[in-house]
């Protein structure tokens, strides 16, 4: 079972070890993790991904609550969460029907080309966990030279 | 007022109320320690240790001692890394430290400079917070923050790394009144409705009993503990690291839980129907097999750590908070009872076992035994003294046999197990309380860990007396490949052993070799009686064992070594 966790953290160097290096010590699974500023100066927020049952997440909220540099975690309910995620992909465009194929993909998933050369086109998109994979999957019989992620962002819809 | 960053390090220690600091100095620390030497008269002991890991252990025996915080510094690099073990060692058994280390100087760092390792990644996983002082102006707050994190909610061990030009840079000084850290706000008092609950389930109860960890005495809760347990007539246990939170004479006195622990506990806990854990973190060394652990039972526990609750196992009612005062709220809200049926039970336990093992001991006996030593040390200091030990079976018969009555007379090292912690744990736990006797109880494996901390002991005039117990093995290790090896004693003689008394002679103190088992008491009395560092040699037979003993996979109730009663 996959949790959402936000956390805020101040921005000490080595936080980011501090909060990695907590989940391999437990034994805690990390699906990705993400950081950035937040809304407030001198604080960051991360979002993690985390694999495992209701007692692993139990223990990782603790376990991250215990971090002096920590100031809090929540755990995002899936009914209430919006996430999204960024990826960078490089297909390979043999021919021009290939590279016609691919646009109109580009198209459905309203991703974008962000660079185009003769033999490759780099495209962004941006979306859920769901979206990301399937557009991934239909790239793949292309040839896909490299993926870029960030890793998942995600906020609570309302606040309640 | 401009002072410099080691000026500065200086006051802080001061403001902190510390009263000894043990170390050893390296370039990288070479300012620090200059401006000791500057000071005349210093505001506390500076004791040079021979190792610094000695210095670290002596640190921790000094806090578990005293309650207060303890103090070590080193310098960078090796100085630093040799930190590691005892930083472990505190952290696992919740500890009170400030370690603080030299480095190389900012403008250096990360350049593989000489001497210079990471320290704060090697200690991130065994430290509470470990801090670098980046400029000469966050010391202050940096020093007052280590020692309140250090010792307040969860005690534990903090470093804070001193990169050399941060020593010798001045800058005005102010230390600050309080820390104000949003992600740092331990909860002290329990929620009302829960300990009512807990009231409840203690009054409904057929079966009680408590389990008392090394939390009662972190939080000095051992008084709020008594009443507790004399109010409602329950029966208590201890940890290892809980032994000492309450008197081993008392009536209501089971003795320790877990692996190496009484037969009398083991069976009562896997009887009872609720156990009030008081400070305890459920450890696999007393719960054993996690799925027969007390399997009639409820459990409330009380902890100021919440991580700690339901980590290990289930808990009907949680309490977070500082112990000491849940005890005082909860006791307001409990009744008087007698628990007689189940006294009575528990009781006839006792007796059985008191009985098979007056049947097993032969007075004729005439070998130096270790259970003959420790009732001598009972006879003769009856519980008024402090007991350094090191790990192996040695700290076992010490564990289930001194007479323990006060709190903080029993220190060795519980989570980490480390060998070589007692010698260096004795200093500072004499250093920090120079009025009371402090006997450490060694073995031969363990002693020659830290050896060397023999010149620091002696040549600081300490008093403290060990008693090694010579059985020329690794013998806990023995002991285990006795029984499930096959008794292929692969890595665990000590052939080689020196002799103790030279070596000790060889410092300047004064050692006894004792073989006989008549001669044990006299030399003790005499050893005392010289107020001055003695070691007491004591040959022990290689066979003898840690018994009854729970194995690994096994319930707490199945014990080997021991006849079903
Ligand atoms: C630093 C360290 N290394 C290894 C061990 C594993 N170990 C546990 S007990 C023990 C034997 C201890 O021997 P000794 O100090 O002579 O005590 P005895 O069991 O003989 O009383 C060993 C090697 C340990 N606990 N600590
Ligand atoms: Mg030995």
């Known amino acids: 079972m996959k949790h959402t966790i936000a956390i805020l953290v101040e921005d000490q160097p080595g936080v980011m070890s501090r909060v990695a290096g907590l989940f391999t010590r437990r034994g ?37 609550n215990k971090l002096i540099d920590v100031i809090c975690v929540r755990d995002i309910p899936v009914e209430n969460i919006l996430e999204r995620e960024l990826v960078l992909v490089k297909v390979h465009t043999e021919s021009l029907s290939v590279r016609a194929e691919i646009i109109q993909l580009v198209e459905i998933f309203k991703a974008k080309v962000v660079y185009v050369e003769r033999n490759t086109l780099t495209i962004e998109m941006s979306g859920d966990e769901e979206k990301v994979s399937g557009f991934l999957k239909l790239l793949a019989p292309f040839g896909v030279k490299e993926v870029v992620r960030t890793g998942r962002i995600a906020i609570a819809r309302s606040n309640k | 007022m401009e002072l410099t960053g080691t000026e500065i390090i200086i006051e802080g220690l001061k403001q902190e109320k510390v009263k000894a600091i043990f170390g050893i100095p390296g370039a990288a620390i070479l300012p620090f320690y200059d401006t000791l030497g500057k000071v005349g008269q210093l505001p506390f002991k500076n004791i040079l240790t021979r190792h610094e890991q000695g210095a670290v252990h002596a640190a921790d025996g000094y806090a578990r001692a005293t309650g207060e915080v303890g103090v070590c510094v080193v310098t960078s690099g090796p100085g630093a890394t040799n930190l590691v073990t005892g930083l472990a060692n505190a952290y696992l058994d919740s500890v009170p430290l400030v370690a603080f280390t030299g480095q190389v100087p900012t403008d250096m760092v990360g350049n593989d400079a000489f001497q210079e390792v990471d320290i704060i990644g090697i200690t991130l996983p065994i430290t509470k917070n470990n801090y670098v002082a980046r400029k000469t102006e966050n010391l202050a707050s940096i020093i007052k923050e280590a020692f309140y994190i250090a010792r307040s ?25 309080k820390v104000n850290r949003k992600g740092y706000q331990p909860s002290y008092r329990g929620n009302i409705r829960q300990i009512k609950i807990a009231a409840t389930k203690i009054r409904e109860a057929k079966k009680p009993v408590i389990i008392a960890g090394g939390g009662i005495i972190s939080a000095n809760a051992s008084g709020e503990l008594k009443k507790v ?8 246990v201890t940890t290892f690291m809980g032994i000492g939170s309450f008197p081993v004479n008392h009536p209501l006195s089971l003795g320790m839980l877990g692996m190496y622990g009484n037969y009398v506990a083991n069976q009562v806990v896997s009887e009872a129907d609720l156990i009030i854990a008081l400070g305890t973190r459920f450890d696999d060394r007393i719960t054993r097999n996690l799925k027969h652990f007390c399997p009639y039972a409820e459990i409330i526990h009380i902890d100021i750590d919440p991580a700690e609750i339901g980590k290990n196992v289930l808990v009907k009612v949680p309490l977070v908070g500082d112990v000491k005062i849940i005890l005082q709220q909860l006791i307001n809200y409990l009744e008087e009872k007698d628990n007689e049926s189940w006294l009575a039970e528990i009781t006839s336990i006792k007796e059985r076992y008191l009985k098979y093992t007056a049947q097993k001991e032969d007075p004729r006996q005439e070998k130096l035994k270790p259970k003959y ?3 001598c040390l009972n006879d003769f200091f009856k519980g008024e003294a402090i007991v350094v030990t090191d790990v192996g079976q040695h700290q076992m018969w010490t564990a289930n046999h001194f007479q323990f009555i006060h709190p903080r007379s029993f220190i060795s090292s519980g989570g980490l197990g480390t060998m070589g912690f007692g010698l260096p744990a004795a200093i500072g736990a004499k250093i920090g309380c120079p009025e009371k006797a402090v006997i450490c109880i060694s073995g031969d494996g363990s002693l020659q860990m830290n050896i060397q901390e023999l010149a620091t002991a002696i040549y600081n005039r300490l008093p403290i007396i060990v008693i090694l117990m010579n059985n020329g093995y690794l013998g806990m290790v023995r002991q285990l490949q006795e029984l499930f090896c096959e008794g292929r004693y692969i890595s665990t003689s000590l052939s080689g052993n020196p002799d103790f008394v030279k070596v000790t002679e060889g410092y300047g103190g004064v050692g006894f070799r004792v073989e006989k088992k008549e001669d044990f008491y006299p030399i ?37 070594g021991v006849d079903q009663l």
């Open chain 2, 153 to 177: 909610g969860r005690p534990g061990p903090v470093l804070v790394d001193l990169p050399k030009d941060v020593q010798l840079d001045r800058c005005s000084f102010k230390y600050p009144e």
């Open chain 2, 373 to 375: 030593i420790i009732d």
């Open chain 2, 524 to 560: 003790l009395k005499r050893a005392f009686q010289m107020n001055r560092f003695v070691l007491l040699d004591c040959h022990i037979p290689e066979d003898e064992k840690n018994f009854p003993m729970v194995q690994p996979g096994s319930s707490l109730n199945n014990m080997i």
């Open chain 1, 28 to 64: 805690f699974n990390i699906d990705s993790i993400a950081v950035g500023p937040s809304e407030a100066p001198g604080i960051s927020r991360m979002t993690i991904i985390v694999n495992g049952d209701h007692k692993v997440l139990e223990q990782v909220t603790k376990q991250l």
């Open chain 2, 229 to 236: 347990a004399l109010k409602t007539n329950i029966p208590v």
